[in-house]
């Protein structure tokens, strides 16, 4: 069982950056990929970016490659997203996932999944 809570959204002016914070609970934190997803009103929950259990691969939506970035600190139980050059389409509730399945881009394939943290870009 792993818990998650993430942390750092807020409202931000386009152009700007925010860092999104993922802590999860249990030893078992460092055996899993993780996910983070975004859910903007009357959308689908989305794929953001992925980093498989070491941090030795990543991976990213076409949307944001070359703004955010994906990293984790498995001493610290905790997974990051750093995110540059919002645009007010990247306004969403952002979601961070745990999870062993191959297919990291779509959501079977994570297992355990935080409440979310909003994310506002104003233009």
């Known amino acids: 069982q792993v818990l998650l809570v993430e942390s750092g959204g807020g409202l931000v002016q386009a152009g700007g950056s925010l860092r999104l914070s993922c802590a999860a609970s249990?030893?078992?934190?460092?055996?899993?990929?993780m996910g983070w997803f975004r859910q903007a009103p009357g959308k689908e929950r989305e794929f953001v970016a992925h980093i498989s259990w070491s941090g030795g691969s990543t991976f990213y939506a076409a949307s944001v490659k070359g703004r955010f970035t994906i990293s984790r600190d498995n001493a610290k139980n905790t997974v990051y997203l750093q995110m540059n050059s919002l645009e007010p389409e990247d306004t969403a509730v952002y979601f961070c996932?745990?999870?062993?399945?191959?297919?990291?881009?779509?959501?079977?394939?994570?297992?355990?999944w935080g409440q979310g943290t909003q994310v506002t870009v104003s233009s």
């Open positions: 249990g030893r078992a934190f460092r055996l899993y990929n």
């Open positions: 996932a745990a999870g062993s399945g191959t297919n990291y881009n779509t959501r079977r394939a994570y297992d355990y």
